[in-house]
């Protein structure tokens, strides 16, 4: 049985702490074994009370009996909420349910009001938005909803309520958190082995940016210049500050010897 041990890091520039531990019950996406890397904030700029929840968190790291999600109720009985939140999150194997989320706002139509389910298939760029923006009437001068760029192709389902009569209300649900570190995750060791096998800048950004299964895009939730930030910051790893000038569509050459020293 392998223990692992808790350490407070607080970021240049942030007045908080952080705590980061390998986990023994969750599973690390990149070698399917137990161990999986956890970075949490500790909620707290005041470097004892940080120190006092890291050596909580380590008691329970130390405590086998209390790594079943079981054991859940007996650890808050005896620590502090953020540590048993911290290490708990994500332990509890718990599939959320969109559509009863969505429900329960915006309840779903059906036959029996009237309506009609219809499901659009296609390959990217087939046209399956263009078509919606036809259902709904989108005006193609004056508006974009939804965005039909090829920059920007649909990565996450849609459903739409067609109806004469307002005011239009929307529900979003976000990607859990662990999913969204498992999608950096693949895209950084794709990006990296794109690099060692000594492609060029562009296949190595394009898997650096895009998820193979085009489920997770992140040039689609960072600004223009903040890509440039990405690119430093992978770039920086042996703790020299190494900037690289990187255009969001044209990266600099470099990029693929950076990654390949990874």
């Known amino acids: 049985m392998k223990y692992y041990t808790a350490t407070k890091s607080r970021n240049q520039g942030r007045e908080t702490w952080s705590v980061i531990f390998r986990h023994p019950a969750r599973l690390d996406s990149s070698t399917g074994k137990t161990g999986r890397r956890v970075r949490r904030g500790l909620g707290t700029a005041d470097d004892s009370e940080a120190t006092r929840l890291i050596d909580e ?53 059906t036959r029996d009001d009237g309506y009609r389910t219809v499901l659009l298939l ?69 990006a990296t082995l794109a690099a060692y096998r000594g492609r060029p800048d562009e296949d190595v950004s394009r898997r650096l940016l895009d998820h193979v299964d085009q489920r997770f895009r ?10 440039g930030d990405i690119w430093e910051r992978t770039c920086s790893g042996d703790g020299r500050r190494r900037t690289r000038s990187m255009d969001a569509d044209r990266p600099s050459n470099g990029l693929g010897s950076c990654l390949g020293g990874v």
Request: no cysteine; aromatic share 6%.
């Open 122 to 190: 296609g390959t990217t760029g087939a046209g399956k938005t263009t078509v919606v923006r036809q259902l709904l009437g989108t005006d193609p001068t004056t508006e974009r909803f939804p965005s039909t760029s090829t920059a920007k192709t649909t990565v996450a389902d849609i459903e739409l309520i067609t109806t004469a009569d307002g005011p239009f209300n929307a529900v979003v649900t976000f990607v859990p958190r662990d999913e969204v570190i498992d999608y950096l995750t693949e895209n950084v060791s794709a």
């Open 218 to 227: 992140v040039q689609l939730r960072a600004r223009q210049g903040q890509l």
């Open 57 to 109: 968190l380590n008691e329970i790291l130390s405590t086998p009996e209390l790594w079943e999600p079981s054991s859940r109720g007996a650890a808050t009985a005896r620590f502090a909420p953020r540590v048993v939140d911290i290490f708990y999150d994500g332990l509890e194997a718990t599939r959320v349910d969109y559509a009863a989320l969505r429900d329960l706002a915006i309840p779903q139509p």
